[in-house]
């Protein structure tokens, strides 16, 4: 089975410009992120898609795949899937998961990726999956930053909200407390459906593109994850990144 990773990744954040390129112990944040994912054994290769030339100069001088993406994406999703096709053209071989890794997860691990693809090896009528982690402060839980999501029984997404979902308002200080992780594999043919779908209410509201999939009534497979991780939205965030990734094993091996 061909099982692409790909990292969109472009300088003009809205709320953290050139975040892409800032650096953690001497490494552009979307290298951590590219040779982190790499080391996953589930994958056949990994490039990062970007519109910006300084990225796609960075990767060259890193030995990373990169591909040219245009610079009219608005969502992370449409711009995998232009990297995924020219991919297909230049290698001749058509993907078969397509794993969509936000270039802002610097602290991703190769078995968070791993753990990703598993149940849509085992379940073929499985499309898209996403990671998901406890949160272990109030703090985290309120952030507009952080997606949050609860979840079915069978672990299924049943809502993803910027907001504190579930409610403590009711008298219960003990919710499950859930963030989405992005790390998202994709089935190939549905990646591009997908990105056909009308963008629906829900997801505008939320500003979580999943929303999409719950509104026209299919299902999200949520996997835990127990890898502490971190996205980087802010400098705040690059700093707290910083001292977590301090001796981190993975950064040992190719931080030299």
């Avoid at 951590?32 to 080391?39: E, G, I, N, S, Y």
């Avoid at 980087?232 to 030299?256: I, N, S």
Wanted: charge should be negative; include cysteine; charged fraction near 25%.
């Amino acid at each position: 089975m061909n099982i692409i990773a790909i990292i969109p990744a472009r300088m003009g954040s809205s709320r953290y410009p050139g975040k892409p390129l800032a650096l953690i112990h001497g490494i552009p944040m979307v290298g951590h992120v590219a040779l982190r994912t790499a080391m996953s054994a589930t994958l056949s290769a990994t490039y990062v898609a970007t519109c910006d030339d300084i990225i796609a100069r960075y990767c060259r001088d890193a030995g990373l795949a990169c591909v040219m993406t245009g610079d009219h994406h608005v969502r992370c999703s449409t711009r995998t899937a232009e990297a995924l096709l020219k991919v297909e053209a230049e290698t001749g071989q058509k993907a078969d998961i397509v794993v969509m890794v936000q270039g802002d997860e610097p602290m991703v691990r190769p078995e968070m990726i791993d753990a990703a693809v598993s149940p849509m090896l085992e379940d073929a009528s499985i499309n898209v999956v996403n990671l998901m982690a406890d949160m272990d402060t109030l703090e985290e839980f309120e952030d507009p930053n952080e997606v949050k999501v609860v979840v079915d029984r069978n672990n299924n997404a049943l809502y993803f909200s910027r907001e504190p979902i579930p409610s403590r308002k009711k008298g219960s200080d003990r919710v499950p407390m859930r963030k989405q992780v992005c790390v998202i594999p994709f089935r190939r043919d549905y990646l591009l459906r997908f990105n056909e779908m009308e963008e629906s209410p829900l997801e505008i509201y939320e500003s979580v593109d999943m929303m999409r999939i719950l509104e026209y009534g299919e299902k999200v497979r949520m996997v835990p994850t127990t890898a502490r991780t971190w996205s980087v939205d802010t400098p705040e965030d690059l700093a707290r990144v910083a001292r977590l990734m301090e001796g981190d094993d993975l950064m040992l091996q190719y931080g030299k």
